[in-house]
């Protein structure tokens, strides 16, 4: 399958069109543009710009708000809910982020529930935003259910990330971006598009068998917790994706479990709706709220050098440090430019001429 | 192997005598035995009594301080760091989560990390203190070096457990308290007393190949990270073992990753030591800081409610939530008593004559 390169400049404008045309103001579409192109840039190619005409789709379906009013509805000095009214998790992420900033300077640290909000892109875009403050971010989120927990037949979490970003010293920051399934979803589309099985313990067929088809999703499989099976640790990716829950939807007053409103426009919403929309939670901590940041980041550059100094198992890759991956990717994209495939500018120029903007490419 | 019950009156007096006997004052050999018994009660047995003479072996070697000066050597309104003096984690952590708890009256949350400490037994026994407030809790601790991250043949991380504890309504609380290895290090003891090989993913050799042999801590080789590969995402569990080492060590300025104090006495400190003692992390937060209790607890029990009614994969175990078996175990053992192997009675006994107290029996 081919691709081809784009700059970042080409795919931020040809987004901040997209969004500003479906009545994004200005600042929202500037804001949702950066924090979905942070995927494409840090290589999670399911996260990004593919997945724009289904935030369009959202919209046209009306459970994407494009003008929302997104407010706190309670707080006290370390906490806050934010109403996320409708609108696109790409900026009630931020939103309550930049509140959770503000209370950590204030108190230390800052904890934010959001409810009834929409998929927020890739966690890392929103925990690494308190780095530059010198403080530690938490971003997590729920999502459509398509995880079965450990013994379970029927899908009742989504993949729920967790991120945690650290600062360092004269290293990167440490930033830890997980779904806590084996596998995501993107890992399939990769297998599907190769026509590829999955190792086993990535997901199960609609019986609750062992499977290794990467098309199993469409015929009614789940993907696994992480550890695959109870064996090999699932019960723990399974509590693991459910504490996310609780931090997102249980704390804010968001739809939950198996009931989180689903990702794509085409499938119908739970007929049980428990909360309001989608919930993150997302938290900053003031490293100097503990100790002073300059022994902190020197301690984190002697962690992350001690890692990067182990020894390697003969034949694999070197140790890394979690971010170096996705930095890597960043730094080659922004200057070599985000490859992508064939099918994706294809769906990127249909979503153009319904949206009535230029094509990404002619 | 065979085994005998004991209450746990009985075990209480005796582990209470034996603090006591090194020295604690009668308050905190109090609070050492509820905390090292709850794992005894759980299910934990790798984490309870039969661990009490590695206790005194510290405390012989100078290593645990019986008489510790445990105080807030930092703090904002939802943060502080406690210096624990060298003393039992098992005092230290719930002092620490005193701490957490106030401040988290005060201002909605409190964050605690804990320099100077040693092995605080069973993470949930201290994430479970601010149940009874309508709290939240977390609680998480480094641990002495036994786990390689991915690609790695040195062991950099302990088996880092993250427990997280919230409350329910007419349902019993959530309580997730998981090593971020595919297997602790308890799983492998069963096994080699049992002569039995483990499953594929929870060990590696000295060299780093994959292996099957519960003794190969002993050889020099290592646990490995939840997931247990890297196709299968133990690049995910090494995330998650980082993150509790920077939750526990770096934000209080403990030992961290491979410079961790050992448990064993025997075993040598290591050569560096860039902090103090081991780290924990423990939280506190109040519901009632985001939404209504009674709302949060409500949700709690349809979310409960609606896993334990998942339909259940055929020929496997009921869909259970974080929390059940543990809660079942304390339930049977505090009517039935605590069933502990003969080996451990004998340990016990050996440990009454060096200390000179009654036998634990004759």
Redesign the interface.
């Known amino acids: 399958m081919s691709e081809q390169l784009f700059s970042y400049k080409q795919l931020f404008d040809f987004t901040k069109s997209v969004f500003q045309t479906i009545g994004c103001s200005d600042e929202h579409a500037d804001t949702a543009t950066k924090a979905l192109l942070s995927a494409d840039l840090r290589g999670i190619d399911s996260h990004g710009v593919a997945r724009l005409s289904g935030y369009v789709r959202l919209w046209e379906a009306k459970r994407i708000n494009a003008t929302p009013d997104i407010k706190i509805i ?1 707080e ?4 806050a ?1 934010v109403d996320g009214d409708s609108g696109l998790g790409l900026v009630i992420a931020p939103f309550a982020m930049e509140i959770a900033i503000e209370k950590a300077k ?4 800052g ?1 934010v ?1 959001v409810q009834n909000s929409n998929h927020f892109g890739i966690a890392a875009h929103h925990a690494m935003m308190p780095l530059q403050y010198d403080m ?1 971010g938490i971003a997590m989120t729920n999502a459509s259910p398509l995880v079965a ?6 899908k ?1 979490l989504g993949t729920n990330p967790i991120c ?1 970003a ?1 600062p360092a010293g004269s290293e990167p920051a ?1 930033v ?1 971006d ?6 995501a979803n993107g890992k399939l589309e990769i297998l599907q598009r190769k026509n590829a099985d999955t ?1 086993t ?2 997901v ?1 067929d609609a ?3 062992s499977s290794t088809d990467a098309n199993i999703l469409k015929k009614g499989g789940a993907l696994l917790p ?3 099976d109870r ?3 699932s ?6 994706g ?2 996310v ?2 931090f997102s939807a ?4 968001a739809n ?3 009931w989180v409103p689903p990702f794509p426009a085409y499938v119908p919403m739970p007929a049980q709706q ?2 309001k929309g989608i919930g993150h939670f997302l938290g900053a ?3 100097d ?3 002073p940041a300059t ?2 980041k020197k ?2 550059d ?2 992350i050098q ?2 990067r100094s ?5 034949g ?5 440090v ?1 971010g170096d991956p996705e930095r890597g990717f960043e730094i080659e994209r922004m200057n070599k430019g985000i490859p992508l495939l064939d099918v994706v500018i294809e769906d990127l120029n249909k979503l153009a001429e319904r949206v009535s903007i230029s094509l990404l490419i002619n």
Chains 1, 2 share one sequence.
Not at 106 to 109: C, D, E
């Open positions: 309670h006290t000095p370390s906490t809910v204030q108190v230390g640290t904890w529930s530690m927990p450990t013994f379970s037949i029927d009742m945690v650290a440490f830890a997980l779904a806590t399934t084996t596998a190792p313990g990535w199960q019986d609750g068998n992480l550890g695959g064996e090999h640790g019960h723990k990716g399974y509590a693991l459910a504490i829950d609780i249980l704390l804010s007053g939950y479990a198996p428990p909360g901590m003031r490293i709220a503990f100790r022994e902190f301690d984190m002697h962690w001690g890692f182990c020894r390697t198992i003969p694999e890759e070197k140790v890394l979690p």
